[in-house]
């Protein structure tokens, strides 16, 4: 089983509220991910980094920002939250050099 | 965009029936992987296959991989309720130093 932590595992929210998603992970990898994904749907990357202090935007990057300070956080905020936004979001982690991507639980975004 | 597509969408079959999914892919590949989720959960690396290899096994998984065709097949032999689940390809860019891209899913439901 991967170590890697995502807190809140379930939100409900109004709109227009900032919120962040928390992911940590404990096994040194230097690549992390957000993916969007409606429950058994196709996986939309939001965001991911390489490494300390980079990060990059994916296909559904708009609206949402990360950082990436410690290698081992990669918190993912939203800056003013709707009801679009009500989904589930993964975190991922991956060993530079390697291939297998490791996931989260999920945090499970309700937004009214 | 390389996005895979996966065929079915959803599969229903008797538990000990063979389960066969495939994937489509649109550009040039290192390597191709599978990976299950859960309901609700992350999702768990199943296996990978190299652009040069052409079948692999591990346990009940037999992945083929057709790069003239770009497309690859999972199959899981003897089925069994716990199967049950969705299951995604994914791929990586030539250049080895992009996000993976995943594809829709097949959601298979095995009956017991």
């Known amino acids: 089983e991967a170590d890697i932590y995502q807190t809140p595992r379930y939100l409900v929210i109004g709109t227009g509220k900032k919120i962040t998603l928390e992911c940590s992970q404990t096994m040194g990898h230097d690549k992390m991910y957000w993916y969007q994904q409606d429950p058994g749907m196709e996986l939309h990357l939001i965001h991911y980094s390489y490494g300390v202090n980079s990060t990059e935007k994916g296909d559904l990057s708009s609206e949402s920002t990360v950082s990436r300070i410690r290698t081992e956080h990669f918190p993912l905020t939203l800056e003013s939250a709707r009801p679009s936004h009500t989904s589930q979001y993964l975190c991922?982690?991956?060993?530079?050099?390697?291939?297998?991507?490791?996931f989260g639980p999920g945090t499970r975004l309700t937004v009214l | 965009s390389q996005q895979g597509e996966e065929d079915p969408q959803a599969l229903s079959i008797q538990e000990g029936e063979n389960a066969t999914m495939n994937c489509s892919y649109k550009t040039s590949i290192n390597n191709l992987q599978w990976y299950r989720q859960n309901s609700g959960r992350g999702l768990v690396h199943l296996i990978l296959i190299r652009s040069n290899e052409r079948e692999k096994h591990s346990g009940r998984l037999r992945v083929t991989l057709d790069t003239s065709k770009k497309s690859s097949s999972l199959l899981i032999t003897a089925s069994r309720a716990a199967d049950t689940a969705s299951y995604f390809c994914a791929t990586d860019g030539r250049s080895g130093n992009t996000p993976l891209v995943f594809g829709k899913g097949t959601r298979l439901s095995v009956i017991a």
């Open positions: 991922a982690t991956q060993k530079g050099g390697y291939n297998e991507q490791f």
